[in-house]
């Protein structure tokens, strides 16, 4: 009996990365039929969105195996996920647009976070590394499908808020085990806050301020001389 409750938190943070690679595996799908991507180039996207956030945390972490191949039974859930998304895709007609992306993509985001936030710190990680690699799980998994797929990757470009609303996630993650709340509780608490904020980011139109480039006045002395 003293196992049981390891196992059941151990399952429930499984639970939490599996519907998270769900969720951005249907992200890729969605930017792959968007370009029109062929089925293989969709399964690619699909799995760069799905996997490629825990890579990199894996590898940053010294994991091994990586969660992927740990658990290869996620690629054949993935292979037919895609498969599946694009006979219903093609049978409904269903015209797949930049917005429709989004809302797979922020559950992922914020389940992401939340998970990528315990490992870090089941890893005896310091707090603020555990709140960067939840952000690195839950970023760069749509950073790769954007770049695979020639676009500036909007995490960077779209100006609403985007890896800050899974930094804010990390730190409730954080702020949770130091208070003493459940694991499972931690976990949703987390993921909900990073998801709540993107979806309030995306409806309420939230931007961040953009670049711009400011005009050189005729006096500054980087202005070269007049010939």
């Not at 809302?103 to 310091?126: C, K, S, Y």
Request: proline residues 5%; neutral net charge.
């Amino acid at each position: 009996m003293p196992n049981a409750l390891p196992w059941a938190l151990s399952q429930t943070q499984f639970a939490v990365e599996v519907v998270a690679t769900i969720a951005f595996a249907l992200s890729g799908v969605i930017e792959g039929a968007r370009k029109r991507l062929d089925a293989v180039g969709i399964c690619v996207v699909a799995g760069l969105a799905a996997f490629g956030g825990g890579t990199v945390r894996d590898i940053l972490l010294d994991r091994r195996p990586l969660f992927w191949v740990q658990h290869a039974g996620w690629v054949w859930v993935l292979l037919a996920l895609c498969v599946g998304a694009m006979l219903v895709m093609r049978a409904k007609h269903l015209d797949p647009t930049a917005r429709a992306m989004q809302w797979p993509d922020a559950l992922g985001l914020g389940l992401f976070t939340a998970v990528g936030t315990q490992i870090a710190i089941d890893a005896q990680m310091p707090a603020i590394i555990a709140v960067i690699l939840g952000m690195v799980t839950a970023v760069f998994g749509g950073v790769l499908r954007d770049i695979v797929c020639n676009e500036i990757p909007r995490a960077f470009s779209d100006h609403r808020p985007y890896a800050i609303c899974s930094f804010a996630g990390g730190w409730v993650l954080v702020l949770a085990h130091a208070a003493g709340l459940s694991q499972w509780g931690a976990l949703l608490a987390a993921a909900g806050t990073a998801t709540a904020l993107r979806v309030a980011a995306v409806l309420l139109d939230w931007r961040l301020p953009a670049w711009q480039a400011g005009t050189v006045r005729r006096d500054s002395p980087i202005e070269p001389p007049e010939r």
